[in-house]
Nanobody, 115 residues
Framework: QVQLVESGGGLVQPGGSLRLSCAAS????????MRWYRQPQGGQRELVAR???????NYADSVKGRFTISRDNAKNTVYLQMSSLKPEETAVYYC?????????WGQGPQVTVSS
């Protein structure tokens, strides 16, 4: 069993920044890819960013240059640094972790971008 604990969500003004964290614990076997998704209310879940085991990264076009995904393998933690946030980026943000035991989702903190 793997548990993912996310933190860092909240309310931020347009143009502001937030940093999300997702820490994995439990029966972890060789975590490989770590991803961040987001899902606005009433909308579809979309992939925001991914980071491979070697540190290679990919981003959705809409967040390139503003979001940065990183990971700390010693802590089994993935981060998402978000800047220049826009109101339309209000959503629940989920992490997803792939390991030898399967794929696991975080609980999804709410990020609200509003003045």
């Amino acid at each position: 069993q793997v548990q993912l604990v996310e933190s860092g969500g909240g309310l931020v003004q347009p143009g502001g920044s937030l940093r999300l964290s997702c820490a994995a614990s439990g029966s972890i076997f060789s975590i490989t890819t770590m991803r961040w998704y987001r899902q606005p209310q009433g909308g579809q879940r979309e992939l925001v960013a991914r980071i491979g085991s070697g540190g290679s990264t990919n981003y959705a076009d809409s967040v390139k240059g503003r979001f940065t995904i990183s990971r700390d393998n010693a802590k089994n933690t993935v981060y998402l640094q978000m800047s220049s946030l826009k109101p339309e980026e209000t959503a629940v943000y989920y992490c997803k972790v792939y390991s030898g035991a399967g794929a696991y989702w975080g609980q999804g903190p709410q990020v609200t971008v509003s003045s």
